[in-house]
Protein backbone atom coordinates (compact mmCIF):
# COMPACT_ATOMS: atom_id res chain seq x y z
CA UNK A 1 0.00 0.00 0.00
CA UNK A 2 1.57 3.10 -1.23
CA UNK A 3 1.22 6.55 0.48
CA UNK A 4 -0.37 8.31 -2.53
CA UNK A 5 -3.60 5.74 -2.35
CA UNK A 6 -6.76 7.97 -1.62
CA UNK A 7 -8.73 7.66 1.09
CA UNK A 8 -13.02 7.17 0.91
CA UNK A 9 -15.20 7.68 3.48
CA UNK A 10 -17.92 5.20 3.19
CA UNK A 11 -21.53 5.18 5.08
CA UNK A 12 -21.22 1.97 6.56
CA UNK A 13 -17.43 1.22 7.30
CA UNK A 14 -16.31 5.15 7.65
CA UNK A 15 -12.52 6.05 6.34
CA UNK A 16 -10.97 3.69 3.96
CA UNK A 17 -8.33 2.76 1.16
CA UNK A 18 -10.38 3.90 -2.05
CA UNK A 19 -10.78 0.76 -4.66
CA UNK A 20 -12.30 0.13 -7.86
CA UNK A 21 -14.80 -1.94 -9.07
CA UNK A 22 -17.25 -2.92 -12.56
CA UNK A 23 -20.38 -1.83 -11.55
CA UNK A 24 -21.76 -5.53 -12.23
CA UNK A 25 -19.88 -6.57 -9.44
CA UNK A 26 -21.01 -4.22 -6.99
CA UNK A 27 -24.13 -5.23 -7.22
CA UNK A 28 -24.24 -8.76 -8.16
CA UNK A 29 -22.49 -12.25 -7.01
CA UNK A 30 -20.57 -14.93 -9.21
CA UNK A 31 -19.89 -12.94 -11.40
CA UNK A 32 -15.67 -13.83 -12.01
CA UNK A 33 -13.34 -11.21 -9.97
CA UNK A 34 -10.87 -10.27 -12.80
CA UNK A 35 -7.93 -8.62 -11.06
CA UNK A 36 -5.83 -5.19 -12.69
CA UNK A 37 -2.60 -5.05 -11.30
CA UNK A 38 -1.43 -1.44 -11.83
CA UNK A 39 2.17 -2.52 -13.70
CA UNK A 40 3.50 0.06 -11.42
CA UNK A 41 1.81 -1.46 -7.99
CA UNK A 42 2.11 -5.18 -8.46
CA UNK A 43 1.83 -5.93 -4.95
CA UNK A 44 -0.75 -3.51 -3.93
CA UNK A 45 -3.66 -4.48 -1.54
CA UNK A 46 -6.72 -4.19 -3.75
CA UNK A 47 -6.24 -4.13 -7.72
CA UNK A 48 -8.99 -2.61 -10.28
CA UNK A 49 -11.49 -5.57 -10.92
CA UNK A 50 -14.21 -6.49 -12.96
CA UNK A 51 -15.96 -9.41 -13.80
CA UNK A 52 -15.89 -11.82 -16.95
CA UNK A 53 -18.22 -10.17 -19.01
CA UNK A 54 -16.23 -6.78 -18.50
CA UNK A 55 -12.98 -9.25 -19.12
CA UNK A 56 -14.12 -10.81 -22.61
CA UNK A 57 -15.12 -7.10 -23.86
CA UNK A 58 -11.80 -6.29 -22.26
CA UNK A 59 -10.44 -9.06 -24.61
CA UNK A 60 -12.54 -8.24 -27.37
CA UNK A 61 -11.86 -4.53 -27.56
CA UNK A 62 -7.85 -4.96 -26.94
CA UNK A 63 -7.92 -1.84 -24.64
CA UNK A 64 -9.90 0.08 -22.10
CA UNK A 65 -11.83 1.71 -24.94
CA UNK A 66 -14.79 3.90 -24.35
CA UNK A 67 -17.39 1.12 -25.15
CA UNK A 68 -15.37 -0.87 -22.50
CA UNK A 69 -15.30 1.89 -20.06
CA UNK A 70 -19.07 2.56 -20.51
CA UNK A 71 -20.13 -0.67 -20.22
CA UNK A 72 -17.78 -1.59 -16.87
CA UNK A 73 -19.49 1.94 -15.62
CA UNK A 74 -15.88 1.27 -12.85
CA UNK A 75 -17.38 2.41 -9.51
CA UNK A 76 -15.69 3.90 -6.39
CA UNK A 77 -16.16 1.63 -3.34
CA UNK A 78 -14.66 1.35 -0.24
CA UNK A 79 -12.12 -1.32 0.91
CA UNK A 80 -14.41 -3.24 3.16
CA UNK A 81 -16.94 -2.84 0.70
CA UNK A 82 -14.46 -4.73 -1.72
CA UNK A 83 -13.63 -7.50 0.53
CA UNK A 84 -17.20 -8.12 0.65
CA UNK A 85 -17.64 -7.93 -2.97
CA UNK A 86 -14.66 -10.08 -3.85
CA UNK A 87 -16.11 -12.72 -1.58
CA UNK A 88 -19.52 -12.68 -3.35
CA UNK A 89 -18.10 -12.92 -6.70
CA UNK A 90 -14.54 -14.61 -6.60
CA UNK A 91 -15.31 -18.00 -8.68
CA UNK A 92 -13.39 -21.23 -7.43
CA UNK A 93 -12.82 -24.68 -6.40
CA UNK A 94 -13.67 -25.10 -2.47
CA UNK A 95 -12.53 -28.52 -2.99
CA UNK A 96 -9.18 -27.78 -3.77
CA UNK A 97 -8.44 -25.52 -1.66
CA UNK A 98 -9.91 -27.79 1.30
CA UNK A 99 -7.43 -30.74 0.23
CA UNK A 100 -4.49 -28.31 -0.25
CA UNK A 101 -5.03 -26.81 3.36
CA UNK A 102 -5.75 -30.42 4.87
CA UNK A 103 -2.59 -32.16 3.01
CA UNK A 104 -0.36 -29.14 4.04
CA UNK A 105 -1.35 -29.47 7.35
CA UNK A 106 -0.18 -33.10 7.51
CA UNK A 107 2.86 -32.06 6.32
CA UNK A 108 3.33 -29.13 8.57
CA UNK A 109 2.98 -31.40 11.48
CA UNK A 110 5.13 -34.39 11.16
CA UNK A 111 8.11 -31.71 10.29
CA UNK A 112 6.93 -29.55 12.89
CA UNK A 113 6.89 -32.48 15.29
CA UNK A 114 10.70 -33.22 14.28
CA UNK A 115 11.50 -29.82 14.49
CA UNK A 116 10.40 -28.67 17.56
CA UNK A 117 12.25 -32.23 19.13
CA UNK A 118 15.65 -32.42 17.39
CA UNK A 119 16.55 -28.62 18.43
CA UNK A 120 14.34 -28.26 21.77
CA UNK A 121 12.27 -24.96 20.26
CA UNK A 122 9.91 -25.24 23.63
CA UNK A 123 12.52 -24.83 26.02
CA UNK A 124 14.63 -21.59 25.10
CA UNK A 125 14.56 -18.40 27.10
CA UNK A 126 13.66 -16.20 23.86
CA UNK A 127 13.77 -15.86 20.07
CA UNK A 128 14.91 -13.04 18.26
CA UNK A 129 14.41 -12.66 14.52
CA UNK A 130 16.52 -10.46 12.06
CA UNK A 131 14.68 -9.16 8.83
CA UNK A 132 17.81 -8.38 6.92
CA UNK A 133 19.84 -11.76 7.99
CA UNK A 134 16.54 -13.60 6.91
CA UNK A 135 17.45 -15.44 10.11
CA UNK A 136 15.43 -16.50 13.74
CA UNK A 137 17.68 -16.84 16.60
CA UNK A 138 16.96 -19.00 19.98
CA UNK A 139 19.14 -17.83 23.23
CA UNK A 140 19.36 -18.90 26.47
CA UNK A 141 21.08 -16.83 28.97
CA UNK A 142 21.90 -14.37 26.52
CA UNK A 143 23.84 -17.09 24.42
CA UNK A 144 22.80 -18.08 21.11
CA UNK A 145 21.68 -21.63 20.88
CA UNK A 146 19.34 -22.31 17.45
CA UNK A 147 19.88 -20.38 14.63
CA UNK A 148 17.51 -20.18 11.79
CA UNK A 149 17.01 -19.52 8.30
CA UNK A 150 13.46 -18.46 7.85
CA UNK A 151 10.68 -16.74 5.46
CA UNK A 152 8.13 -15.06 6.38
CA UNK A 153 5.08 -16.07 5.55
CA UNK A 154 2.36 -12.94 6.26
CA UNK A 155 0.47 -11.52 9.46
CA UNK A 156 -2.94 -11.66 11.12
CA UNK A 157 -3.74 -7.88 12.56
CA UNK A 158 -6.01 -7.81 15.54
CA UNK A 159 -6.89 -4.02 14.57
CA UNK A 160 -8.32 -5.19 11.55
CA UNK A 161 -8.72 -8.85 11.78
CA UNK A 162 -7.21 -9.38 8.82
CA UNK A 163 -4.45 -11.69 6.82
CA UNK A 164 -2.27 -10.28 5.03
CA UNK A 165 0.38 -12.48 2.83
CA UNK A 166 4.03 -10.93 3.85
CA UNK A 167 4.74 -9.91 -0.28
CA UNK A 168 2.01 -7.73 0.18
CA UNK A 169 3.78 -6.12 3.52
CA UNK A 170 6.38 -2.70 2.76
CA UNK A 171 7.51 -2.69 6.03
CA UNK A 172 9.37 -6.33 4.83
CA UNK A 173 12.26 -6.57 3.27
CA UNK A 174 12.30 -8.76 -0.29
CA UNK A 175 14.54 -10.93 0.11
CA UNK A 176 12.97 -12.56 3.68
CA UNK A 177 9.76 -12.25 2.23
CA UNK A 178 10.43 -13.48 -1.76
CA UNK A 179 9.23 -16.75 -1.38
CA UNK A 180 5.49 -16.21 -0.38
CA UNK A 181 5.22 -15.13 -3.95
CA UNK A 182 5.87 -18.79 -4.95
CA UNK A 183 2.28 -19.06 -3.02
CA UNK A 184 1.00 -15.80 -4.13
CA UNK A 185 1.10 -17.67 -7.96
CA UNK A 186 -0.13 -21.12 -6.78
CA UNK A 187 -3.20 -19.61 -6.14
CA UNK A 188 -3.54 -17.60 -9.20
CA UNK A 189 -2.54 -21.01 -11.04
CA UNK A 190 -5.64 -22.63 -8.80
CA UNK A 191 -7.62 -19.46 -8.76
CA UNK A 192 -7.56 -19.73 -4.80
CA UNK A 193 -8.75 -15.81 -3.00
CA UNK A 194 -7.38 -16.84 -0.09
CA UNK A 195 -3.44 -17.57 -1.91
CA UNK A 196 -3.86 -14.97 -4.54
CA UNK A 197 -5.34 -12.09 -2.57
CA UNK A 198 -3.07 -10.23 -0.80
CA UNK A 199 -5.36 -9.02 2.01
CA UNK A 200 -8.53 -10.64 3.61
CA UNK A 201 -11.28 -10.73 6.29
CA UNK A 202 -9.38 -13.59 8.32
CA UNK A 203 -8.31 -14.92 12.05
CA UNK A 204 -5.13 -16.68 13.59
CA UNK A 205 -5.99 -20.21 12.32
CA UNK A 206 -6.27 -18.68 9.07
CA UNK A 207 -2.63 -17.67 9.44
CA UNK A 208 -1.86 -21.31 10.31
CA UNK A 209 -3.48 -22.84 7.53
CA UNK A 210 -1.60 -20.52 4.76
CA UNK A 211 1.78 -21.29 7.03
CA UNK A 212 0.83 -24.75 6.20
CA UNK A 213 0.39 -24.12 2.50
CA UNK A 214 3.86 -22.04 2.19
CA UNK A 215 5.37 -24.88 4.48
CA UNK A 216 4.71 -27.30 2.42
CA UNK A 217 5.14 -25.65 -0.84
CA UNK A 218 8.81 -24.36 0.71
CA UNK A 219 9.45 -27.93 1.88
CA UNK A 220 9.94 -26.10 5.05
CA UNK A 221 11.26 -27.82 8.15
CA UNK A 222 8.83 -26.46 10.26
CA UNK A 223 7.35 -22.88 11.14
CA UNK A 224 7.39 -20.55 14.08
CA UNK A 225 4.89 -17.70 15.23
CA UNK A 226 5.49 -14.83 17.19
CA UNK A 227 4.14 -11.75 18.29
CA UNK A 228 3.87 -8.65 16.64
CA UNK A 229 2.22 -5.16 17.48
CA UNK A 230 -0.70 -6.37 17.02
CA UNK A 231 -1.48 -9.75 15.98
CA UNK A 232 1.17 -12.41 14.91
CA UNK A 233 4.25 -12.84 12.07
CA UNK A 234 4.06 -16.48 10.63
CA UNK A 235 7.51 -17.79 9.50
CA UNK A 236 8.75 -20.90 7.80
CA UNK A 237 11.81 -22.31 8.47
CA UNK A 238 14.43 -23.20 6.23
CA UNK A 239 16.96 -24.94 7.78
CA UNK A 240 17.94 -25.00 10.98
CA UNK A 241 21.64 -25.63 13.46
CA UNK A 242 22.95 -25.31 16.81
CA UNK A 243 25.01 -22.65 17.77
CA UNK A 244 28.29 -23.90 18.60
CA UNK A 245 29.89 -21.96 21.88
CA UNK A 246 33.52 -20.76 20.18
CA UNK A 247 36.25 -22.31 21.88
ZN1 LIG B 1 -18.45 -6.02 -15.21
ZN1 LIG C 1 -17.65 0.25 2.71
Known amino acids: MSDSESLVSCGEHGERNACFVCCHLKEGEALGFNLGYDPEAP?????????????????????????????????????ACYELIRARNWRQDDEVLVELISSSFA?????????????????????DWDQNSGTLLFSNAGLPVVECHVDFVGSFSSRSDSWRW????????????????????????????SLACAQWPGDPVDGWEMTAVMARQLNAIGAYRVPSEAGFLYMTVRDARWVRPTE
Open 43 to 79: DELYPAAWCDACEVLLEQEGEWTDRAQTEADIQLVCS
Open 166 to 193: AWANDSFVEPIKARSREVRALGEELGLL
Open 107 to 127: YLQAQQERFMADYCIGSHERW
